[in-house]
């Protein structure tokens, strides 16, 4: 029998890149996720991390610790930045973790030569999203392109692949896909300041993307609020 393909996916417990996991795993690959315990403010999003990726048959499941409270600067890594509540300005939010797409990228770029993974998942999205730099087209492109500059497999001729399957979708849209492909909600969390029972604030960005998702998708919300 021939072997699956194999695939990195970066799950962070969340709503997308739960949905990401799912339509890799329709694709047919063999699916190795990873999670990063970075310094954010709650470990919730960890135990759903590893929640979906068994309910939805990852092959394994890696959690990398990283300290990214050493450098700070955003509300998700120092605790004397409070989490804001959402709001319709424009700007880069002080929810944006510095660097960290581009860091958790190159750690999943180095599992992936040791797997012999051609393609990296991550659930980046440029339609219903926070403003981040790190979610643009513009950088998975460049990002791939440095991969295949600085790989061994790519200098050998096998190319990988930077996956962004929800980068062109609304909220509505991913939860619809995801629905589609079983994807259970109520396993994620999505909020920036869960408590540790994994309930969400209702009131932060990701929150408020979140719930209207699913008003939008007209799916009945399972998320669990404070």
């Avoid at 799912?22 to 929640?51: I, N, P, V």
């Avoid at 973790?97 to 440029?126: H, K, Q, Y």
Wanted: proline share 4%; glycine share 8%.
């Amino acid at each position: 029998m021939t072997a699956k393909k194999r695939a990195v996916i970066l799950v962070s417990g969340g709503l997308d890149s739960a949905t990401v996991l799912a339509m890799a795993r329709a694709e047919g690959y063999e699916c190795y996720a990873l999670a990063f315990d970075y310094g954010q403010r709650h470990r919730a999003e960890l135990l759903a991390a590893s929640r979906v990726s068994t309910d939805l048959g990852a092959a394994e499941h890696k959690v990398i610790p990283l300290d990214l409270t050493a450098i700070g600067g955003s509300a998700l890594t120092d605790d004397k930045i409070a989490v804001p509540d959402h709001s319709d300005e424009g700007g880069i939010p002080i929810t944006y973790v510095p660097a960290r797409n581009t860091v958790f990228l190159s750690i999943a770029l180095g599992w992936a030569e040791v797997l012999e993974a051609d393609d990296i998942f991550i659930g980046v999205n440029a339609v219903d999203y926070s403003g981040y730099p790190d979610c643009r087209p513009d950088f998975i492109k460049a990002f791939e392109t440095m991969a295949n500059l600085a790989t061994k497999a790519g200098v050998e001729g096998h190319p990988l692949r930077i996956r962004t399957p929800l980068i062109d979708l609304s909220k509505a849209e991913i939860i619809q896909r995801g629905m589609a492909l079983g994807v259970d909600y109520a396993l994620t969390v999505s909020c920036y300041q869960a408590d540790s029972d994994g309930r969400a604030c209702g009131k932060c960005d990701s929150c408020y993307l979140r719930r209207e998702g699913f008003v939008a998708a007209g799916v009945n919300d399972p998320t669990r609020y404070v």
